[in-house]
């Protein structure tokens, strides 16, 4: 850690590639066809060889373990962390957005901004809403929720004893909800600046004690036989509302027809909001690959100019909203929870800690949500810590 940048295109000798060749890894997309489809347009590449490497599991600890052993690809799809650019890890891409720049909404170029300069060219935009089944909520004279004690409540009353009210997630909402949460209570990760903790609040631990709420109702589904991230619990009638990616959305309607609706997750009270997370990988440029202008080249070529790759894989395979503004106006749903759900990110997006938010602080959140959830831990004492952990990382990145 901690080690300087590389010259633009040199050859480090530090597992880099082939002269002539370049290397580029995604994670595991869960449709069918993105594997398939990034390999042919790597082979349509004019500009020399790439290489495509697929990455099931934890992608994002094997990127930084890449990283810091100095063997990461020369193009690699990420989350830009602030922690990359200070060790002189990725290059800026700013030049390649030239032109452009406007047709990126500002908050999906927030995602891959580091101190004022772009670490990452957006591929696709994704996020992440509440499903309800509308069969079931009527058959209980159930309203959606508005609330989160409706979603409390709509939990327990939707259960019965072949299907329970709510899920998310085989860990009861502690790697999905933490966002949500706070965004419920007003409050976020970190101040605007990134400078400060977000949730040094008292209403911080009333937010996240409703974990603790949602496990006691009775109503919340674990051990499903997929987690949050697939759609199957909801389709299969496990549970009459699931918290799940919107790519999932046209695998549900397949299933479901019209009998159900998205909402996004409620607010706590009146001082708080409805929200939605955004996220987007982006094409991130090693800054120790072998040919760093060679690397930056392709990234144009895919990610700027060929808009029909863009289009495809944001559309095709999964629903996923294409990172520029033009490409989702062409592929965006007119009606329907597609639609529904592309208004979220318009009108409830926020940032899932943003690249100053360290992978530290939130293994120090996460481990204070599971012990509330899941251990009956006292939310106040637990989120107290979190801000402990979140103030130390804050103060080693800004002194």
Not at 71 to 80: I, K, L, N, R, T
Request: aromatic share 8%.
């Amino acid at each position: 850690m901690g080690l300087g940048a590389a010259s633009c295109g040199s050859n480090t000798g530090r597992g880099g590639s082939a002269p002539g060749s370049l290397r580029q890894w995604y994670h595991a997309y869960g449709e069918d066809g993105v594997h398939e489809a990034v390999r042919r347009y790597a082979a349509e590449y004019p500009g020399g060889e790439v290489s495509v490497q697929w990455n099931p599991g934890d992608y994002d600890s094997k990127i930084v373990t890449a990283l810091q052993g100095g063997s990461a690809p020369d193009v690699f799809e990420a989350q830009v962390k602030l922690d990359w650019v200070r060790q002189g890890q990725v290059v800026p891409l700013d030049d390649l957005v030239t032109g452009v720049r406007g047709d990126f909404p500002a908050r999906v170029l927030e995602t891959a901004t580091v101190e004022g300069r772009l670490y990452a060219v957006p591929q696709a935009v994704d996020t992440q809403v509440l499903c309800y089944r509308r069969s079931r909520l009527a058959e209980a004279g159930v309203r959606p929720p508005g609330t989160v004690d409706e979603l409390v409540d709509a939990t327990a009353r939707l259960s019965s004893p072949t299907s329970k009210g709510l899920f998310v997630g085989n860990d009861g909402g502690v790697g999905v909800l933490a966002g949500p949460l706070l965004w419920s209570a007003g409050l976020d990760y970190l101040s605007p600046d990134g400078r400060r903790t977000g949730f040094d609040d008292p209403r911080a631990a009333r937010a996240f004690g409703k974990l603790a709420e949602l496990g006691a109702s009775g109503g919340l589904l674990l051990g499903a036989p997929a987690d949050w991230s697939d759609p199957s619990a909801f389709t299969s009638g496990l549970a009459a509302m699931q918290w799940t990616g919107s790519w999932n959305l046209p695998k549900i309607a397949a299933a479901l027809g019209d009998d159900f609706g998205v909402l996004p997750f409620p607010p706590l009270d009146e001082r708080g909001a409805p929200s939605v997370p955004v996220g987007a990988y982006g094409a991130t440029v090693h800054a120790r690959g072998a040919d760093v202008a060679a690397a930056k080249d392709f990234v144009r070529w895919l990610w700027i100019e060929r808009t029909d790759h863009q289009l495809e894989f944001a559309t095709a395979f999964g629903f996923h909203v294409p990172a520029r503004t033009s490409l989702a106006e062409r592929a965006g749903p007119r009606s329907g929870p597609a639609a529904e759900a592309v208004r979220f990110t318009r009108e409830h997006a926020h940032l899932v800690g943003g690249p100053m938010w360290t992978s530290a602080a939130n293994s120090a959140l996460s481990d204070a949500l599971f012990r509330i959830a899941r251990q009956d831990a006292d939310p106040e004492a637990e989120t107290r810590e979190a801000v402990a952990a979140s103030d130390a990382e804050l103060k080693r990145l800004h002194g």
